[in-house]
DNA sequence: CCGATTTAGTTTCATTTGAAACCAATGGCA
DNA sequence: TGCCATTGGTTTCAAATGAAACTAAATCGG
């Protein structure tokens, strides 16, 4: 009896209801909304500093002399958001901007003494709060996430 | 040498050394956002709807007679948020609020036929677009991943 | 039963965010 | 060389968001 047989595969499909609670992506952005916000409560006010200034301060810790389109491309941030977080870094004295040498539309950035200095007391804050997330899982669990969220990080470009 | 010792440490504890790109909340935040957009992309324009309205369409289909409160709590979004997002649900007809029976206050929360019938429609996408994401993992690695999600937000909860 | 407190939801206002328009310097290339 | 398309970055304007104040109904204590 064909009929049935589909009758029942079209019952199975929509059975497979979408259950929000359930629903990776809802849950990703729950987790990541979480963390984030835990993590930035422990130095936005104490330091007056913005998450997308954090990480623009992360980047130029380890790459200095970006630009704002590499550190855009490296933060995964849009240059608006950039230009705006640089902005405020540069007039709060922890980011300095030159002119590019190649390009006098770009400007090179690097972090002041006052910006290492805040990197440097922001970083372990940092990592203390994932050590303490991670501290949930084994050192095989957190690995084995690691390399999934790698391989789910390049699939959803793909999206 | 007590001395060499705790200079060889602390040159270790400095040595983790905070990598943007391998920074777990970043990461996070990174999936999230790419996930989240490519679904919304594929439903908002089409739709008029947002995310924050597709999350109480989702949970209502599933939950009829919630009231705005427990929708925020179900969904995660403060107050303000469910309450805008459901006036513009009311307005398009695709949400009735009707006063609740036992408090005058609230508002019983209901699917129209319009949302049931946009429910429908979506549904199947945001899954289809989950499966799409997943199939980068076998299934076991969905389980393990799921779970160690789980686990996640429940220590994510804690910081 | 009356006032004080709490709770459901909305509104207001200030800030953040994003898209698109914009300006200025660059890199072809005719 | 001089024009045109491109690229780096900023500005503008509208929409999204969040915190706090607010309205109205319900509950609690006496």
Redesign the interface.
């Known amino acids: 009896m064909a009929s049935v047989a589909l009758r029942k595969a079209a019952k199975e499909a929509a059975a497979?209801?979408?259950?929000?609670?359930r629903?990776?992506?809802?849950?990703?952005?729950?987790?990541?909304?979480?963390?984030?916000r835990?993590?930035a409560a422990r130095y936005a006010k104490t330091f007056d500093l913005t998450i997308p200034e954090w990480?623009i301060i992360?980047?130029l810790?380890?790459r200095p002399g970006l630009t704002a389109r590499q550190v855009a491309k490296?933060?995964?941030m849009d240059k608006v958001a950039v230009s705006r977080a640089v902005a405020k870094l540069v007039a709060a004295k922890r980011v300095s901007a030159d002119v590019h040498d190649a390009d006098a539309r770009a400007q090179s950035l690097t972090l002041t003494a006052q910006g290492e200095a805040l990197h440097a007391r922001i970083?372990p804050i940092?990592?203390e709060?994932?050590r303490?997330?991670?501290?949930?899982?084994s050192a095989g669990?957190r690995a084995?996430?690691?390399a999934?969220?790698d391989?789910?990080?390049?699939?959803?470009?793909e999206?």
């Open positions: 497979e209801r979408l259950i929000l609670e629903f990776l992506p809802y849950r990703l952005s729950i987790l990541s909304n979480r963390i984030s835990a993590i990480r992360a980047v810790g380890r490296a933060t995964e970083a940092a990592l709060s994932e303490r997330l991670l501290a949930a899982l669990e084995k996430f690691d999934l969220i391989r789910l990080l390049d699939a959803a470009r999206l």
